[in-house]
């Protein structure tokens, strides 16, 4: 049965180690306005956690501060027992934005190696060979094109690779697939479900999409309007590996429903 009800604690970070992502009674406010209540959240290992909201609840705000890139008003992060500055240095995760800033004089193949190079220094020694990656999203025969040259899926489709090259243990991403039609996007969430479901890789992923958090998640937190605060947690009790007909499954549209429930009692309350 699915269920909804305040933050769970799961996988490792449980069990009291420090291992996985953890949030605790982080909050953010900028000048006189308050975006973020306090709110909890844990991400374990192999885990896929959506963040799902209205415009301006706080999704990303809390993502960012994750990542270190802003600081919270109140509360703690720690990935694996660190400070999101120090899991950033020692390149813990990979940060997956909105658009795949590509860079135009680099082709497909070294825009995938981008991270790799820079991180030359702190990548472990065996890395994810970019050319399979490529291969597995359909871009193998695109290696030397740029990106001038591809439209927008094939674009997010390279920043994906990207990411997983750097074969970092976590991964956040904010709403990297928004700016994409419909269709694109369905077969975006189909292949990062391919590339994230053998790799035991953490993924904290922002959306305002039913069907996204649905598809990918193995627990959606829903956040309240602003100033956001966790409305409830979603456990998406369905088999794994996700195929694209999971979404005409009647399980698929129940998770659809009470989501959808949530975002609504969460908008009246604010």
């Not at 591809?150 to 997010?156: A, E, K, N, P, Y």
Request: aromatic share 6%; hydrophobic share 40%.
């Amino acid at each position: 049965m699915h269920h909804y009800s305040q933050p769970v604690q799961s996988g490792d970070v449980s069990s009291g180690n420090v291992h996985g992502i953890r949030a605790t009674g982080v909050s953010k406010r900028f000048n006189s306005v308050d975006a973020l209540s306090p709110v909890d959240i844990t991400i374990a290992r192999g885990e896929v956690v959506t963040l799902l909201g209205p415009s301006g609840c706080g999704k990303t705000t809390l993502l960012r501060m994750i990542a270190g890139l802003e600081r919270p008003t109140s509360g703690t992060i720690t990935i694996d027992g660190d400070s999101p500055e120090s899991a950033s240095r020692r390149k813990r995760f990979g940060l997956v934005p909105q658009s795949p800033a590509l860079l135009p004089w680099r082709t497909v193949e070294a825009n995938a190696r981008l991270l790799q190079d820079i991180n030359v220094g702190a990548n472990p020694s065996s890395l994810p060979d970019v050319v399979e990656l490529l291969d597995r999203v359909g871009l193998a025969d695109f290696r030397d094109a740029y990106p001038h040259e591809l439209s927008g899926g094939m674009q997010q489709r390279v920043g994906l690779v990207r990411a997983f090259a750097l074969d970092a243990p976590y991964l956040l991403m904010d709403e990297p697939f928004a700016a994409l039609d419909e269709i694109t996007r369905a077969d975006m969430r189909h292949l990062l479900a391919t590339l994230s479901e053998p790799t035991n890789t953490g993924v904290l992923f922002v959306t305002h999409s039913l069907a996204e958090a649905v598809y990918l998640s193995d627990r959606v937190v829903v956040l309240s309007s602003r100033p956001g605060g966790v409305v409830g947690t979603v456990a998406v009790d369905l088999a794994r590996p996700r195929v694209p007909q999971l979404e005409d499954d009647p399980a698929f549209f129940a998770i659809e429903t009470t989501l959808r429930r949530l975002l609504y009692s969460g908008a009246s309350a604010s």
